[in-house]
T-cell receptor, first 110, second 112 residues
Framework: EDQVTQSPEALRLQEGESSSLNCSYT??????LFWYRQDPGKGPEFLFTLYSAGEEKEKERLKATLTKKESFLHITAPKPEDSATYLCAVGHNAGNMLTFGGGTRLMVKP | SQTIHQWPATLVQPVGSPLSLECTVE??????LYWYRQAAGRGLQLLFY??????ISSEVPQNLSASRPQDRQFILSSKKLLLSDSGFYLC???????????FGQGTRLTVV
């Protein structure tokens, strides 16, 4: 059974304080690892897809990396507008569904 | 560009009443369509997915059903709502199995 665990559950940062969010996964045949941002009361917003170990993607202050067991979302010099819940999900080769982690709630204080 | 519409945004329904949530996608054809539910403070749980008209797969046995009457329309229904059906319901689409999913803005359902 696919499993996705995100840590920490919540993270408080000062503006400009860089950090990383972790997504550990167990999946039989990874077809993709997906990162989303979700604001309160809204649907998740797609950020990145990573397909193979060693792959990296960047967007503004965010950088996602992937190994065979985990993915990291690095946030460089975060701003208050980066405050949101970040969700990680994996898809496996044999099915159509995505398995989501519980998310990391990021709060960036000015 | 592709867009996904989901309505209503919020809904308060009494126990035992029926439910119909609708989702439509524009700007693409033959999308994979999904219904997810998100409980407070928890991750997303896949309820149903569809790879084509009339093709519905259920991931979790429950009080809900789904239908896909048209290529870009996906409907979530219930004949009699339970208190446990309360939650945040999200519709999503993708181009294929390897592609990322794009989500609607969600429906907050409260069963009272």
């Amino acid at each position: 059974e696919d499993q996705v665990t995100q840590s920490p559950e919540a993270l408080r940062l000062q503006e400009g304080e860089s950090s990383s969010l972790n997504c550990s996964y167990t999946v039989s045949g990874l077809r993709g690892l997906f990162w989303y941002r979700q604001d309160p009361g809204k649907g998740p917003e797609f950020l990145f897809t990573l397909y193979s170990a060693g792959e990296e993607k960047e967007k503004e202050r965010l950088k996602a990396t992937l190994t065979k067991k985990e993915s990291f979302l690095h946030i460089t010099a975060p701003k208050p507008e980066d405050s949101a819940t970040y969700l990680c999900a994996v898809g496996h080769n044999a099915g159509n569904m995505l398995t989501f982690g519980g998310g990391t709630r990021l709060m960036v204080k000015p | 560009s592709q867009t996904i519409h989901q309505w209503p945004a919020t809904l308060v329904q009494p126990v035992g009443s029926p439910l119909s949530l609708e989702c439509t996608v524009e700007g693409t054809s033959n999308p994979n369509l999904y219904w997810y539910r998100q409980a407070a403070g928890r991750g997303l749980q896949l309820l149903f997915y569809s790879v084509g008209i009339g093709q519905i797969s259920s991931e979790v046995p429950q009080n809900l059903s789904a239908s896909r009457p048209q290529d870009r329309q996906f409907i979530l229904s219930s004949k009699k709502l339970l208190l446990s059906d309360s939650g945040f319901y999200l519709c999503a689409w993708s181009r294929g199995r390897r592609a990322e999913a794009f989500f609607g803005q969600g429906t907050r359902l409260t069963v009272v």
